[in-house]
Nanobody
Framework: QVQLVESGGGSVQAGGSLRLSCAAS????????TAWFRQAPGKEREGVAA???????SYADSVKGRFTISKDNAKNTLYLQMNSLKPEDSAMYYC???????????????????WGQGTQVTVSS
């Protein structure tokens, strides 16, 4: 049984910061590629940031320089630090994990098998 639970979402003003967390049970972030996705109403789910088991990362162009993905293997927790937030960052943010051991940190939904319920991020202007 795999469970991923996001937390840390909320409402902030443009230019503010949030740190999202994803706690896992029945799953080890240290052994797989993991990622954050987001989805705004009426839009497709978009890959935001990903990290493989070795620490290599990938970011969407829209968030480079502002967002940082990281994980604490000892705590088995995945994080997304979001700085300089913009209204267009508003979305439901999802934590995800792949099922394979050897993989690349991609931003493609089809590369991930386990998903959390999401945490809402709202950025006001």
């Amino acid at each position: 049984q795999v469970q991923l639970v996001e937390s840390g979402g909320g409402s902030v003003q443009a230019g503010g910061s949030l740190r999202l967390s994803c706690a896992a049970s029945g799953y080890l972030f240290s052994r797989h590629c993991t990622a954050w996705f987001r989805q705004a109403p009426g839009k497709e789910r978009e890959g935001v940031a990903a990290v493989d088991r070795y620490g290599s990362t990938s970011y969407a162009d829209s968030v480079k320089g502002r967002f940082t993905i990281s994980k604490d293997n000892a705590k088995n927790t995945l994080y997304l630090q979001m700085n300089s937030l913009k209204p267009e960052d508003s979305a439901m943010y999802y934590c995800s994990g792949g099922s394979t051991t050897y993989c690349r940190a991609t931003l493609h939904t089809y590369d991930y098998n386990y998903w959390g319920q999401g945490t809402q991020v709202t950025v006001s202007s």
